[in-house]
């Protein structure tokens, strides 16, 4: 058998398909290598766009001019979150020059409820990090949120005038701003968005709890964090002064949700 020569007669070939001259294993071995290595150089192509797709989003993602933290005892739902971005937004200025002005609000929240100890651990690690950096010099705070971090903040606030405080809680306390004194946060009217879980009174009632205090030039040694201070102060002014910069009649943050809702209904 082994000198045994195959061959294929045509006439036989049409009748009998299955005696057509079997492939030989090196071909079958080389056709198998070929389908691997599309698979493969496949494979390569599509991770290359995933990577590329990821860095085009980051490089997309703007950074805030201005960046507040609301100290909280609940969580902000997104909705009271993007009212105050949006009220702020109107009054700050454009400080890295990318064209747009943005505004973003972190809430860090500290409770003694238990479904909220997770979160309390995050926003305390998170808010170190902020005080840190300097990331925030404006805050937001109702009174048991910063009851509990009030520690974090010994000798970082300064009072109306601009002179530091000293670290006693009660003295912090006290130097903090009520939302109704600031002019522009009085005249916020809250609203709620469509399947809500709070109403717009809810939000009022909270809104109006809160108190704002400011942080000291006090340890912002370099001329950047000196040049963010000085812009936090003239945006403060603003606040006070009622002075927009923009004046917008319809807020974009109430589109932009309710264009996420219906999102998330038709996904449903």
């Not at 979160?119 to 705070?141: C, I, R, V, Y």
């Not at 974009?252 to 309710?258: N, Y």
Request: net charge negative; with cysteine.
């Amino acid at each position: 058998m082994a000198g045994q020569d195959f061959y294929t007669d045509p006439a036989q070939e049409a009748v009998h398909p299955e005696a057509r001259l079997p492939q030989r294993p090196g071909k079958r071995r080389m056709r198998w290598t070929d389908q691997h290595t599309k698979i493969l150089i496949l494979g390569i192509v599509l991770a290359a766009l995933l990577v590329g797709t990821i860095i085009y989003a980051i490089a997309k993602q703007k950074k805030p001019d201005y960046t507040l933290g609301l100290i909280t005892s609940y969580s902000m739902p997104e909705t009271g979150v993007m009212q105050i971005e949006d009220l702020l937004g109107r009054y700050a200025d454009d400080r890295n020059g990318d064209g747009t002005v943005r505004v973003e609000v972190v809430n860090y929240v500290f409770s003694d409820s238990e479904t909220l100890q997770g979160l309390q651990k995050a926003s305390q690690q998170a808010l170190e990090q902020d005080l840190a950096k300097g990331t925030s010099l404006l805050f937001l705070h109702d009174q048991e949120g910063f009851q509990k971090v009030a520690g974090e903040f010994a000798g970082l606030l300064q009072d109306r005038e601009g002179n530091p405080l000293g670290e006693e809680a009660a003295e912090l306390e006290a130097a903090a701003v009520p939302w109704e004194e600031v002019a522009a946060l009085a005249e916020l009217e809250p609203e709620a968005a469509e399947n809500d879980a709070w109403s717009a009174e809810d939000y009022g009632e909270k809104f109006q709890a809160l108190r704002l205090s400011v942080r000291s030039e006090e340890g912002l040694s370099t001329p950047e964090a000196q040049a963010y201070y000085e812009d936090c102060q003239a945006l403060l002014e603003r606040l006070e002064q009622n002075e927009p910069l923009v004046i917008e009649e319809d807020p974009p943050w109430m589109d932009e949700l309710l264009s996420e809702l219906e999102e998330e209904q038709a996904q449903a």
